[in-house]
């Protein structure tokens, strides 16, 4: 069994900055790509940043500059580096790993629990 396991959300106000993690955990043979995505309230989830085995990343314009997700490829962790946080930036954040469990099986995406980011104005 995956898991995947968020910490690193709270409250900050405008312009303040915050790490998120999170953790795959389990019988794991590969990882292709792990990633970010946010829901706020009434709104569709979106992804936020996601980065692949070899290191490419990739960005929503909305976020492009502020945050920066890395990966431990060791350690099976995504982060999420937040800097200049703003009020529309509030939602719960959701860690996405793309993985096999096994050499010859397909690439299956597993979701963590969602942890919440509120940034107050």
């Known amino acids: 069994q995956v898991q995947l396991v968020e910490s690193g959300g709270g409250l900050v106000q405008a312009g303040g900055s915050l790490r998120l993690s999170c953790a795959a955990s389990g019988s794991i043979f590969s990882i292709t790509a792990m990633g970010w995505y946010r829901q706020a309230p009434g709104k569709q989830r979106e992804l936020v940043a996601r980065?692949?085995?070899?290191?490419?990343?990739t960005y929503v314009d909305s976020v492009k500059g502020r945050f920066t997700i890395s990966r431990d490829n060791a350690k099976n962790t995504v982060y999420l580096q937040m800097n200049n946080l703003k009020p529309e930036d509030t939602a719960v954040y959701y860690c996405?790993?793309?993985?096999?469990?096994?050499?010859?099986?397909?690439?299956?995406?597993?979701w963590g629990q969602g942890t919440q980011v509120t940034v107050s104005s």
């Open positions: 980065i692949f085995s070899g290191g490419s990343t």
């Open positions: 996405n790993a793309d993985l096999k469990l096994r050499m010859f099986t397909p690439v299956t995406g597993y």
